[in-house]
């Protein structure tokens, strides 16, 4: 999860245990005493409890984004960091009794393999889960109420988002969707990926290229942000040229790029191909690709984890050293973060 050597946890220990000493405990073939773990997990910040925690969390097979490129040690700081957040977070939740089965929207939609089926499916999604036709105020959020995880990551800038399942208590599969807030550093993009990731996962695709695929998915996205009902009440049916201005206010009110918006526009045949291949020519010019002129300002975090451990807390479910052990913080920090649940 660190990303570090068994040279480098020697060097963060400042050598009280050597290198050698470090292989022998990785191998299992020495068992490290009570004050070696305190040591160990100091140095490699986590609580001592994780070395002889039982949740066991498996990773299902992880497809990322075409192009990207991921090292080894990147590829394993990504999934040992997502198995032991999971392992905290349905820890929690088998305490609380909570039902963490997900329930596909589209369980039984067709094979996608136009433009049309990937409208249809993000419409379906939007009514199954009664969302209106306006705009999601939290993806995040969202993603978690309907028992999908969702994992922040910092890790290499070439890495944007992945979705998995992981294999939880005797196989019980969980939905994972991650993004990597290094490379997704804003709330528009964040929305963005977290839907492509979605489409990954309930959508079916047969017999298609990888870039093909990339392409259904990016469109459900903006499907999901923006249904075409929409984006035609805000634009119209048809337009020869989009103001820079509209663009932003559709931007600032439905959390979806300027980019996105115009994608959206051409998919919905509001706009031509012609004109949207010279919108962006003109951001690239401008250097807008990543800053775009406008901002928006919506939150995209969850507070879920943090909301069932204060139940648990508040009703006795967990102690406050169980608590700490599931935030990942030491008792102190814990009381010290949040006050005004130890009044």
């Not at 889960?129 to 890790?155: H, R």
């Not at 990731?197 to 998915?217: M, N």
Request: proline share 2%; charged share 30%.
């Amino acid at each position: 999860m660190n990303g570090f050597s068994l040279q480098d946890v020697a060097d963060a220990l400042d050598g009280q245990l050597s290198r050698q000493a470090l292989h022998r405990y990785e191998k299992g073939e020495v068992v490290p005493d009570e004050d070696k773990i305190n040591m160990l997990s100091k140095a490699l910040s986590v609580n001592a409890d994780f070395f002889s925690r039982n949740t066991v969390i498996e990773l299902g097979e992880i497809e990322y984004r075409l192009n990207a490129k991921i090292s080894q040690k990147d590829e394993a700081i990504i999934n040992e960091t997502t198995k032991e957040y999971l392992s905290r977070y349905l820890e929690l939740e088998e305490i609380l009794g909570f039902d963490t089965t997900f329930i596909n929207p589209l369980e039984g939609f067709d094979i996608i393999k136009s433009y049309e089926q990937v409208n249809e499916a993000a419409n379906i999604v939007r009514n199954v889960w009664s969302l209106g036709t306006g705009a999601i105020f939290n993806v995040v959020e969202l993603l978690e109420d309907k028992k999908i995880k969702v994992v922040k990551l910092d890790v290499a800038d070439d890495f944007e988002g992945l979705q998995t399942c992981v294999a939880y208590n005797e196989g019980i599969k969980i939905p994972v969707v991650a993004y990597n807030i290094k490379k997704t550093n804003k709330p528009d993009r964040i929305r963005l990926t977290l839907l492509h990731e979605l489409a990954h996962l309930i959508l079916k695709f047969e017999e298609i290229s990888h870039a093909q695929k990339e392409k259904f998915c990016f469109q459900f996205a903006g499907a999901m942000l923006l249904p075409e009902t929409t984006i035609k009440e805000e634009l119209g049916d048809f337009r020869n040229k989009l103001s820079m201005n509209e663009l932003g206010n559709i931007k600032m009110q439905y959390g979806i790029s300027m980019q996105a918006i115009v994608m959206r526009a051409k998919d919905c045949k509001i706009i031509n191909e012609h004109y949207t291949k010279q919108f962006f020519f003109l951001f690239k010019q401008m250097n807008w690709r990543i800053d775009e002129p406008f901002d928006y300002k919506g939150m995209e975090e969850s507070h879920r984890f943090e909301q069932l451990l204060f139940r648990a807390l508040i009703e006795n479910q967990i102690s406050v050293s169980k608590a700490s052990l599931l935030m990942n913080m030491s008792e102190s920090d814990l009381k010290n973060k949040y006050q005004s649940m130890f009044i």
